[in-house]
């Protein structure tokens, strides 16, 4: 079992940039996919990046590309979202996720485990 804990969120001004942190604990494996999603309120879940955990090898979804960057690091079994240059519409619940390494990875139903989410807020 792996129990993930997103923190970071709150509330910032259209430009401005947060780092998010995703605390992975319980059994671990090394063949694990470390994946963000948002959920804004009316919409469906999200991509929005994610990160093999052996390799390293990050992808973005189109929206954010340029503008997040998604990192691990192995030794606090800890992944992060940093978000730059924000947008209002980036504002929205933001979900860390684990799941079993694949080449596909921008689905929801590819991850097996999920934080509880932490709001981020944009303001214009």
């Known amino acids: 079992q792996v129990q993930l804990v997103e923190s970071g969120g709150g509330l910032v001004q259209a430009g401005g940039s947060l780092r998010l942190s995703c605390a992975a604990s319980g059994r671990t494996f090394s063949s694990y996919t470390m994946g963000w999603f948002r959920q804004a309120p009316g919409k469906e879940r999200e991509f929005v990046a994610a990160?093999?955990?052996?390799?390293?090898?990050?992808d973005y979804a189109t929206s954010v590309k340029g503008r997040f960057t998604i990192s691990r690091d192995n030794a606090k079994n800890t992944v992060y979202l940093q978000m730059n240059s924000l947008e209002p519409e980036d504002t929205a619940v933001y979900y860390c996720?684990?799941?079993?390494?694949?080449?596909?990875?921008?689905?929801?139903?590819?991850?097996?485990?999920w934080g509880q989410g932490t709001q981020v807020t944009v303001s214009s």
């Open positions: 990160i093999n955990w052996s390799l390293g090898s990050t």
């Open positions: 996720a684990a799941g079993q390494a694949s080449t596909v990875y921008i689905t929801t139903r590819q991850y097996a485990y």
